[in-house]
Each structure stands twice: as C-alpha cells, then as structure tokens.
Nanobody
C-alpha cells in the first residue's frame, strides 16, 4: 500500500489550495484518513480527520477554513484537503495518514508555503 500526496505550493495569505492523497495497492477497506502538518521547529499536529462513514473532525486552528473529504463514490481511494483563507501560520509540510485494513500508512509530505 502506498499513499501519494500532492497539491502543495506557494500561495498568498487569503488564498486557497487543495491537497490530495491517493492510496494505491492491495486495499480491502480504508478505515480512516487523516492530514497532519509539521511546521519548521514544531511538532507534527493533526489537521483534519475523516472516517469511513464520513465523520470529520478538525484542529481548532483550521475549523471553518479547511475541509476534508473523500472522492464522491470512494472508488479512487483519495482524500482531499481543501484549504481556504490560508494564513502565514499554515505554512508547513502536510502529510497524509491512512488506516487501511487496520494498519497505518504514511504518505510523503507536500510543502505548503503561505507568503506574501
């Protein structure tokens, strides 16, 4: 099983980005998918989480600005993170994590830089 994250880049404050994380390989069931981020000099933190049933949760710092969702029919095994109203403090490497068939997997990070 592999997770491929993409979508990072440079954006101005107030702008938007959409990250995606695609799971591939021998997959029976994706139980949950989560986005984390790690800013320079800081610990990795949970950003957003979605369960197989579609229940979502967010860090307080991103509530109302970020939205986590999966592909409409769940056949692409992909999770997205729509990030709006980006702030300087959202700058970080974003990682996806997935609980697949009761095992955890990490994707490579994708860098999001918010700068004017």
């Amino acid at each position: 099983v592999q997770l491929q994250a993409s979508g990072g880049g440079l954006v101005q404050p107030g702008g938007s980005l959409r990250l995606s994380c695609a799971a591939s390989g021998s997959i029976f069931s994706i139980n949950a998918m989560t986005w984390y981020r790690q800013a320079p000099g800081k610990q990795r933190e949970l950003v957003a989480h979605i369960t197989n049933s579609g229940t979502t949760s967010y860090a307080d710092s991103v509530k109302g600005r970020f939205t986590i969702f999966r592909d409409r029919d769940n056949t692409k095994n992909t999770v997205y993170l729509q990030m709006n109203s980006l702030k300087l403090e959202d700058t970080a490497v974003y990682y996806c994590n997935a609980l697949i068939d009761l095992r955890y997997y990490w994707g490579q990070g994708t860098l999001v830089t918010v700068s004017s």
